[in-house]
């Protein structure tokens, strides 16, 4: 079973920076994309980015502008900057492996945990 390692994750201001890293057990670049989520207490998890196979990324609109994912296929690792970071950013961040279809493969890590706070 394919499996992720998050990590990158601590206190922040608001304003200020991350950079998020996840590692995967094998190489998956060449048949799925990445996405990264997060789940905030209280609510469900929900998707921030992903990047295709292809190099395609896409954002949810809470984050466009602010986040930017990268891979890196030579070291089967994805990454996930984000800049201006806000209060509601604050949550465990995931990442896992999709589908073409957008359904999550693999299993899901512990994520690494981002908190916005001052």
């Known amino acids: 079973q394919v499996q992720f390692v998050e990590s990158g994750g601590g206190l922040v201001q608001p304003g200020g920076s991350l950079r998020l890293s996840c590692a995967a057990s094998?190489?998956?670049?060449?048949?799925?994309?990445m996405g990264w989520y997060r789940q905030a207490p209280g609510k469900q998890r929900e998707l921030v980015a992903f990047?295709?196979?292809?190099?395609?990324?896409n954002y949810a609109d809470s984050v466009k502008g602010r986040f930017t994912i990268s891979g890196d296929t030579a070291k089967n690792t994805v990454y996930l900057q984000m800049n201006s970071l806000k209060h509601e950013d604050s949550a465990v961040y995931y990442c896992i492996a999709r589908t073409v279809h957008g359904t999550p493969f693999g299993s899901w890590g512990q994520g690494t945990q981002v908190t916005v706070s001052s």
């Open positions: 990047i295709t196979g292809g190099g395609s990324t």
């Open positions: 094998g190489n998956l670049f060449s048949r799925y994309g």
